[in-house]
């Protein structure tokens, strides 16, 4: 091989490293505004749902309330084809639960009352957000990791 084949080809080389290079930058730029604009789909698709709007999600994943579960606000958001939520609020029935059991209620012992007795299924988070409530308007005690009616709310009953 001679001296200028080998310098034509070293250069081949080197110009296909090149242009390598920059389309993988070419790439790398456009993967990151592809990034930025899925990100804003998604804000936009949590902020439609947010007010109302039915967004679709990538992530095909649908947000309900299990049938059975009291809502907030009745009579908004029931699942279609279910069967209609108790009219008792998760609140009132957890009071109610509490003071079912004299010898104070563990969670789990609220969680089965509530199931047994309204029929509600509640999510774990949505109890203690109920029961933490009443704690601090003073309607409930925790000691030893079971509730109790506070003596307030005792002498009312």
Same mark, same amino acid.
């Given at each position: 091989?001679?001296?200028?084949?080998?310098?034509?080809?070293?250069?081949?080389?080197?110009?296909?490293?090149?242009?390598?290079?920059?389309?993988?930058?070419?790439?790398? %730029?456009?993967?990151?505004? #592809? *990034? @930025?604009?899925?990100?804003?789909?998604?804000? +936009?698709? &949590?902020?439609?749902?947010?007010?109302?709007?039915?967004?679709?999600?990538?992530?095909?994943?649908?947000?309900?309330?299990?049938?059975?579960?009291?809502?907030?606000?009745?009579?908004?958001?029931?699942?279609?084809?279910?069967?209609? %939520?108790?009219?008792?609020? #998760? *609140? @009132?029935?957890?009071?109610?639960?509490?003071? +079912?059991? &004299?010898?104070?209620?563990?969670?789990?012992?609220?969680?089965?009352?509530?199931?047994?007795?309204?029929?509600?299924?509640?999510?774990?988070?949505?109890?203690?957000?109920?029961?933490?409530?009443?704690?601090?308007?003073?309607?409930?005690?925790?000691?030893?990791?079971?509730?109790?009616?506070?003596?307030?709310?005792?002498?009312?009953?």
């Amino acid at each position: 091989m001679r001296k200028g084949e080998q310098m034509a080809t070293v250069d081949d080389i080197g110009r296909e490293r090149q242009r390598v290079s920059e389309r993988l930058a070419q790439l790398d %730029a456009e993967r990151t505004k #592809l *990034s @930025d604009q899925l990100n804003d789909l998604e804000t +936009a698709a &949590r902020v439609l749902k947010r007010i109302g709007g039915k967004a679709d999600t990538t992530k095909g994943r649908r947000r309900g309330h299990p049938a059975g579960t009291t809502l907030a606000t009745p009579g908004k958001h029931q699942v279609q084809g279910a069967q209609q %939520a108790p009219s008792v609020l #998760l *609140s @009132d029935a957890s009071l109610k639960a509490v003071q +079912a059991h &004299r010898k104070g209620a563990t969670s789990n012992d609220v969680l089965s009352y509530l199931s047994r007795r309204f029929g509600m299924t509640v999510r774990p988070n949505h109890l203690g957000i109920a029961l933490q409530r009443h704690r601090r308007a003073g309607r409930l005690e925790n000691r030893d990791q079971r509730w109790y009616l506070s003596s307030s709310v005792q002498s009312e009953h």
